[in-house]
């Protein structure tokens, strides 16, 4: 008897995959979702829990050739830039929660694979679980009723795995991850106005939903990897001379300190 590998099988079983679906065939399950009950957790990018030679064949709900792979990096929902918005910029949504479900829908709307990768200090924040808790609802909903393909990440997904996806597009309100897409080759797209909006290389900033799907299409031709380089250099310039490298101005309730806001340094030139 030959041996499956399930990758990222929800609630299904090799009963639902044609050509595995007799007794030839012995099924391993893997999925990042416990409550799917699977033979063993873990996700597309991490399967260290499988033995190397120990299967004959995979098979993966989430195909990840395609033409393109949104990267959605998520931020703090309850930090104070997000409902005390520091912006006076135009942007289609509230807040990161809005985008965050656009985003999911744009995804399942028109087929492209999905990694979403939480805030990495989302835990100092206890009412992001609110937010969180929706959101897994949502991609969970979106999976079986749309057959979105999405793999949620954490830490360990790192820019050299990103790099080696087929065509990652980042999506971020505004967030300084785009320094590292910067440097790595990586497009990135942002929703909100940030003191560094006019580096057009660094990331595309767009100001409507229609805005952003003209911008998806058309990004490989726009996106200058040479030029973003140098601005992510630049950047990575201005936020070291910043304070602990958060963005937003000092707000009440913020986890961002300091003297001065990194906006009123960029426009004092003081970070160049």
């Known amino acids: ?13 090799k009963s639902h995959l044609k050509g595995f679906n007799n007794d030839n065939w012995k099924e391993i399950r893997l999925d990042i979702d416990q409550k799917v009950n699977p ?29 393109r792979i949104i ?10 830039p997000n409902w005390l918005r520091d912006t006076e910029g135009y942007s289609p949504f509230v807040d990161f929660y809005e985008m965050s479900l656009y985003i999911i829908e744009y995804c399942s709307e028109n087929g492209i694979p999905l990694i979403i990768k939480p805030h990495p200090e989302a835990d100092a924040y206890p009412k992001d679980k609110k937010f969180m808790n929706s959101l897994i609802d949502v991609v969970n909903k979106s999976k079986k009723n749309f057959g979105l393909r999405v793999e949620w990440v954490d830490d360990n997904f790192t820019f050299d795995q ?5 065509n990652p597009v980042v999506v971020t309100g505004r967030g300084t ?22 580096l057009k290389n660094l ?8 805005d952003f799907s003209k911008v998806l299409l058309s990004i490989d031709k726009a996106y200058s990897p040479e030029l973003a380089k140098k601005e992510a250099i ?24 300091g003297d001065r806001s990194i906006e009123e340094m960029w426009n004092k030139k003081e970070v160049l």
């Open 1 to 13: 008897m030959k041996t499956l590998l399930h990758v990222g099988c929800g609630p299904m079983y």
């Open 39 to 67: 033979d063993i957790v873990g996700t597309i990018t991490d399967m260290n829990g499988v033995k190397t030679g120990s299967v004959d064949a995979v098979y993966s709900s989430h195909n990840w050739k395609s033409s």
């Open 71 to 80: 990267c959605l990096y998520l931020h703090c929902f309850t930090d104070s």
């Open 162 to 166: 990103l790099i080696k996806l087929d």
């Open 177 to 198: 991850v785009v320094t590292e897409c910067g440097y790595c080759g990586v497009p990135a797209i942002t929703f909100f106005e940030s003191p560094w909006c006019n």
């Open 203 to 210: 990331s595309f900033l767009v100001k409507s939903t229609n």
């Open 234 to 257: 630049i950047l990575s310039a201005m936020l070291d001379r910043g304070f602990n490298r958060h963005a937003f101005k000092i707000e009440k309730g913020s986890k961002t300190g």
